[in-house]
C-alpha cells in the first residue's frame, strides 16, 4: 500500500512524508524531486522558467503515474500534482494506497512559506502576485475541489509537530 500525501506548498508534506517513512521502515519519494532529477537537480522554479508550466505539468504527470505503478512507498505529491485531471483520476483509483490532504489556513501556509529561503529561491509564483497571501487564498480556493476528491483523510496540520503528525497520519491507515 502506497501512502499518498498532497496539498497546498508549505503544509509538510515532505517533512511529514519523510517522518512517515522513517516511522514505517518505507521509502519515501517526493515528486518535486523525482521530477528534478528528469532535469539534472534543476530547482522546481528553473524547470517552470526554461520548459514553462504546461511540460512541468505533463512531466509531473508522468513521474506521478510512475509512482503509482510502485507499492509500499511514502509519497509526497507536489502542490499542483492534482490539478491535472488525468492525474487526479489515477490517485482516486489507486484501491492499494491511502490518501491524504494536509492541510492549513492560507495565513499559517503563507508564513511558512515566506519563513522557508528554499521555497523563496527554488519554487515559482503561481499568478502574477508573487506568492502573497491573496495568492495562496486564490489558488488553494482552486485546488480544494481536486484535494477533498482525492482525500480518503483531511489532516489539519496547523499545529502539532512532525512527529505528532506522522503518528497521526499513520494511526489513520487502517481506517
Not at 512531466?59 to 488525468?86: F, K, M, R, S
Not at 499559517?108 to 521555497?119: K, P
Not at 489558488?139 to 497521526?168: C, F, G, K, M, W
Amino acid at each position: 500500500m502506497n501512502i499518498i500525501l498532497f496539498g497546498y506548498r508549505g503544509s509538510g508534506k515532505s517533512a511529514i512524508g519523510q517522518a512517515i517513512a522513517n516511522k514505517l521502515l518505507r521509502p519515501f519519494v517526493d515528486v518535486d524531486d523525482a521530477i528534478r532529477a528528469r532535469y539534472d537537480h534543476l530547482t522546481i522554479a528553473e524547470i517552470w522558467k526554461q520548459f514553462g508550466e504546461p511540460h512541468f505539468r505533463q512531466t509531473e504527470h508522468e513521474v506521478t503515474l510512475d509512482l503509482l505503478q510502485q507499492d509500499g512507498n511514502v509519497i509526497a505529491l507536489a502542490g499542483g500534482t492534482l490539478t491535472h485531471p488525468g492525474t487526479l483520476s489515477a490517485i482516486q483509483s489507486q484501491s492499494n494506497a491511502k490518501r491524504f490532504f494536509l492541510t492549513a489556513s492560507p495565513e499559517v501556509l503563507h508564513a511558512r512559506i515566506h519563513g522557508d529561503v528554499a521555497s523563496q529561491t527554488e519554487r515559482p509564483a503561481l499568478t502574477q502576485q508573487g506568492g502573497n497571501l491573496e495568492e495562496i487564498q486564490a489558488v488553494l480556493a482552486e485546488r480544494l475541489p481536486a484535494y477533498t476528491a482525492a482525500a480518503d483523510h483531511i489532516v489539519d496540520v496547523s499545529r502539532n509537530t512532525i512527529d505528532q503528525l506522522a503518528d497521526q497520519v499513520i494511526g489513520l491507515l487502517n481506517d
